[in-house]
T-cell receptor, first 115, second 109 residues
Framework: SAVISQKPSRDICQRGTSLTIQCQVD?????MFWYRQQPGQSLTLIAT?????????ESGFVIDKFPISRPNLTFSTLTVSNMSPEDSSIYLC????????????FGPGTRLTVL | KQEVTQIPAALSVPEGENLVLNCSFT??????LQWFRQDPGKGLTSLLL?????REQTSGRLNASLDKSSGRSTLYIAASQPGDSATYLC????????FGTGTSLTVIP
């Protein structure tokens, strides 16, 4: 398994500001993923972050709005930029060891409320 | 595009009852299927992973089956307990992970 921590666990932010969420894994992993879970909804993949390359964004998500860093094999950040109330969600990072063939593990999530 | 559906959306059962949660997916070309538990406002906890070549996996009171050809998986929970109350999500992996809509389970003491 993998132990994943996220910071902050929750935050309340003002419209127009930005928030950076950190994800730390207890061991080196190849693939890290960022998801959004809007209230009452299932998970939607924002992007896949592999170390040493640019993040790959899913349809409907753009780098200007959700810039991602992946400086090493145990850490990643997701920034939610120029926030609006529609960005209020739980943001989750997850990892797999190796590829999509393998088990996926999740962090505890960051609950974001935008006023 | 892969679509994953879970039925029922919500389920309420008395303590001690055995229950089955259902997950269906539209594209059978998957690598694996994973069941998760999510408590309110929290992250996801992995329960069981079934590789595409496998038919079922068991962990304690949980048993998950996979019928890839028909695009179905079930999660069987034996002798349910109030602590089992949570939302249960299934996810399939193809070129990425696709999540179901979840089943909200309440076990009544």
């Amino acid at each position: 398994s993998a132990v994943i921590s996220q910071k902050p666990s929750r935050d309340i932010c003002q419209r127009g500001t930005s928030l950076t969420i950190q994800c730390q894994v207890d061991s080196q992993v190849t693939m890290m993923f960022w998801y959004r879970q809007q209230p009452g909804q299932s998970l939607t993949l924002i992007a896949t972050a592999n170390q040493g390359s640019e993040a790959t964004y899913e349809s409907g998500f753009v780098i200007d709005k959700f810039p991602i860093s992946r400086p090493n094999l145990t850490f990643s950040t997701l920034t939610v930029s120029n926030m609006s109330p529609e960005d209020s969600s739980i943001y989750l990072c997850s990892v797999t060891r190796g590829s999509v063939y393998n088990e996926q593990f999740f962090g505890p999530g960051t609950r974001l409320t935008v006023l | 595009k892969q679509e994953v559906t879970q039925i029922p959306a919500a389920l309420s059962v008395p303590e001690g009852e055995n229950l089955v949660l259902n997950c269906s997916f539209t594209d059978s070309a998957i690598y694996n299927l994973q069941w998760f538990r999510q408590d309110p406002g929290k992250g996801l906890t992995s329960l069981l992973l079934i590789q595409s070549s496998q038919r079922e996996q068991t962990s304690g009171r949980l048993n998950a089956s996979l019928d890839k050809s028909s695009g179905r998986s079930t999660l069987y929970i034996a002798a349910s307990q109030p602590g089992d109350s949570a939302t249960y999500l299934c996810a399939v992996s193809g070129n990425q992970f696709y999540f179901g809509t979840g089943t909200s389970l309440t076990v009544i003491p």
